[in-house]
């Protein structure tokens, strides 16, 4: 990957493992909250290594077992990541993404609604690991991906600058649609209830 772009001509999904590899460690553990087909998955199993942990949650039973089946190193959690925080039961994950929306090839009525979604980033960004980093690819091409698009930047641009600091990337000549990357580290110190 040296002397590679990490921003330009690439697609998002490789914008963003570019862009979060620095915050990922053998060792490390990560959760790829909207598995779907596991690329994002797959990024984080190959950086933590065998001596790190990935969870993965997604809600369709189909698309979890062939994730399972393909990546045995990983915990396939066959729930909503609206029930992230039950799971998590006091870990602390150092990087933690979504890839927003309905499954590529997949049924698009099984797309992630903007009111799970919310409930769940609280959940991410309170139990991530200080220094941790929160991923959010949004898609606001159809309609629930939007308000779901807007709703999530309302939510970021509510979050303490004390406690986090929030970045967002987006193609700006492009159409409205255009997916947009928000990338949010957690500050370390003892700002944090
Ligand atoms: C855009 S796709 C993810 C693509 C994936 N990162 C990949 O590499 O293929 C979004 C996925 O989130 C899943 N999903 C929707 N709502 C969910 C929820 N509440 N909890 C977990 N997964 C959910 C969908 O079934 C879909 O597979």
Same mark, same amino acid.
């Given at each position: ?13 490789? %914008? @963003?493992? %570019?862009?979060?590899?620095?915050? $990922? !460690? ?7 909250? #909207?598995?779907? =087909? ?5 990024? $984080? ?7 790190? !942990? ?11 077992? %062939? ?6 190193? &990983? ?10 925080? %039950?799971?998590?039961?006091?870990? /602390? ?5 979504? =890839? $927003?929306?309905?499954?590529?090839? @997949?049924?698009?009525?099984? #797309? +992630?609604? #903007? ?7 609280? !959940? ?16 606001? @091409?159809?309609?629930? @991906? ?9 939510? $970021? ?5 004390? !406690?986090?600091?929030?970045? +967002?990337?987006? /193609?700006? =000549?492009?159409?409205?649609? +255009?997916?947009? /990357?928000?990338? &949010? /580290? ?8």
């Amino acid at each position: 990957m040296t002397g590679e772009s990490v921003l330009f001509d690439i697609s998002v999904t490789e %914008r @963003g493992h %570019r862009l979060l590899a620095p915050h $990922l !460690q053998p060792g490390d553990f990560a959760i790829d909250c #909207t598995a779907g =087909n596991g690329r994002d998955t797959a990024f $984080l199993l190959d950086r933590v290594g065998p001596a790190g !942990q990935v969870w993965a949650f997604e809600i369709q039973p189909e698309a979890a077992s %062939r994730l399972a089946e393909r990546l045995p190193g &990983i915990r396939v959690i066959c729930d909503s990541h609206g029930e992230l925080a %039950r799971y998590a039961g006091g870990r /602390q994950p150092a990087v933690i993404l979504y =890839n $927003l929306g309905y499954l590529p090839g @997949g049924d698009p009525s099984v #797309t +992630t609604m #903007t009111a799970e979604t919310l409930r769940s980033l609280r !959940q991410a960004l309170a139990i991530l690991k200080p220094g941790g980093v929160l991923s959010v690819v949004a898609y606001p @091409g159809h309609p629930e @991906g939007a308000r779901e698009a807007e709703a999530v930047r309302q939510f $970021l641009e509510g979050l303490p600058a004390k !406690q986090y600091e929030a970045l +967002t990337i987006l /193609q700006t =000549n492009r159409s409205a649609s +255009t997916p947009v /990357q928000h990338l &949010i /580290q957690k500050k370390k110190g003892d700002d944090h209830e």
